[in-house]
């Protein structure tokens, strides 16, 4: 169901509201603050400053809460401000609709989201490695981290059916490690990256 939203006074489609959450996230550090919320559940503005290493977040915070993804949950000042995730199910509907496709300001929109994400992608991996190299995880997460490169031959069919079979064992994982328990208490965040795209090898296709 696609419902509007009155945002300041004025009122937004579903189209406006997923292109403003789109391009609200189409910034590396305003992922990486949504990201530290997601695991951290509450942070004020100083130690988001620390986490994301950017003293000036002030635009960062307020587009993202302006676009419902996160909100102020403690004392509104300028670095004792608390801030969570927004839950998803507390946010405005604004459901996916086919006629957005042809939509060139929602294409524009998902693509800044998408480079933006496959830069923190490469972020994330380059900070692990100089960490492994700085000493700050052991052996044993450095043995234990992954990374594999497979070079496959597929149709497109294949490819889809390849992450679905990827997306339900991450499935299985992810309940596995939302299971409490004394058991759990050593474990770390991971993050898992997948990827799969065809390549151009100069071959004609």
Do not use: C
Not at 28 to 33: A, G, S, V
Not at 120 to 141: H, L, N, T
Not at 196 to 204: A, D, I, Q
């Amino acid at each position: 169901m696609l419902t509007m939203t009155r945002v300041e006074g004025v009122t937004i489609g579903p189209s406006e509201q997923l292109q403003q959450r789109f391009r609200a996230l189409s910034d590396p550090t305003r992922l990486q603050i949504v990201e530290a919320l997601r695991f951290r559940t509450r942070l004020t503005t100083a130690e988001l400053i620390k986490v994301t290493g950017n003293r000036s977040l002030a635009h960062h915070l307020r587009t993202l809460e302006a676009a419902q993804i996160i909100r102020v949950v403690g004392e509104p000042d300028r670095t004792r401000t608390v801030w969570e995730e927004v839950p998803i199910g507390h946010r405005p509907q604004a459901e996916w609709d086919e006629s957005m496709a042809t939509d060139p300001e929602m294409t524009a929109a998902i693509r800044a989201l998408e480079r933006a994400t496959t830069y923190r992608r490469i972020s994330r991996m380059r900070e692990f490695d100089d960490q492994v190299r700085d000493g700050e995880w052991g052996d044993d997460w450095a043995d234990a981290a992954i990374g594999r490169d497979y070079q496959l031959q597929l149709t497109a069919q294949e490819l889809e059916q390849l992450d679905e079979q990827l997306a339900e064992l991450l499935e299985r994982w992810k309940k596995i490690s939302q299971a409490g328990g004394a058991d759990r208490a050593e474990t770390e965040h991971i993050y898992v990256t997948l990827a799969g795209f065809p390549v151009n090898l100069g071959s004609p296709r």
